[in-house]
């Protein structure tokens, strides 16, 4: 029997590369997508030779409004049949809301809020169709606690997904499809470079934060046991209770406070 399929966004490095090696590792075949064409190629020669399963890999940015039908149609042309969908492609813009020209906010919802769900629409009835499914959509401890000034929106992207998750789960799943948004905190990844506050979050403890492999690994076995929301690592599970339990009032006390410590506002 041929190999299921995973379709990974944002697969040439950090949590996405992550998952890649965790899809890998369980016997799936991958398709790879991000921008970075010499990077993805690495990614995928790596990860053929250690687990000696196949790799596709497809360069696009997601940011582009047409690039998740191009990557549909590519997949379709290649005579794949996707099996899982990890929708991680994503990053946050530091600062000040109005510290930023509208196209740049514009761009960050194109990819993951309004590409996420496209890729999703696109993809989950053939899983349907097929009797099995898995999507994973990279959301964030941020979506699950008050949401603290710069990165405005980041935690509001992240919320959507978790609704989005959460409703979609309870579609799908007597169809033999799971959905499960995923949650981590802090990850030791590309996304602190990026957005160019690393310096910043140097500062904070070391048990706060947690590595890719751990976050994908928990990924993984969370959509396969059908959670339809996942908080990685003990630490952030217990902020996201106290988030719930304690006064809203407290919460947002905490995050004003916390917030210039590791991001810019």
Request: glycine share 8%; charged share 20%; with cysteine.
């Amino acid at each position: 029997m041929s190999r299921r399929t995973a379709l990974i966004t944002g697969g040439s490095s950090g949590i996405g590369e992550a998952f890649a090696d965790v899809f890998a590792a369980e016997g799936f075949d991958l398709v790879l997508t991000a921008r970075r064409a010499d990077r993805l190629a690495a990614v995928a020669a790596r990860i053929e030779k250690q687990f000696g399963i196949r790799v596709h890999t497809i360069t696009a940015d997601l940011a582009d409004r047409g690039a998740p039908e191009r990557m549909c149609a590519e997949v379709a042309a290649r005579g794949i049949a996707i099996d899982a969908l990890v929708n991680n492609a994503g990053y946050g813009i530091p600062g000040a809301f109005g510290a930023s020209e509208w196209p740049r906010h514009e761009a960050m919802l194109q990819v993951m809020v309004v590409a996420l769900a496209e890729l999703t629409h696109r993809l989950v009835p053939g899983m349907v169709a097929r009797g099995y499914g898995r999507v994973i959509n990279v959301a964030s401890l941020a979506a699950l606690v008050p949401a603290p000034p710069g990165h405005t929106l980041y935690a509001a992207t992240k919320a959507f997904v978790v609704k989005f998750s959460e409703s979609l789960a309870h579609e799908v799943r007597p169809a033999g499809v799971h959905v499960t948004a995923l949650c981590p905190g802090f990850t030791l990844s590309e996304f602190h470079d990026v957005t160019g506050t690393r310096d910043t979050v140097r500062q904070l403890p070391g048990w706060v934060w947690m590595d890719a492999p751990t976050v994908a690994r928990e990924g993984f076995d969370a959509v396969m046991a059908g959670a339809s929301v996942h908080v990685t690592g003990r630490v952030n599970r217990t902020v996201a209770v106290l988030s719930r339990i304690l006064p809203q009032r407290v919460m947002v006390a905490i995050a004003r406070r916390a917030a210039p410590r590791y991001r810019k506002s």
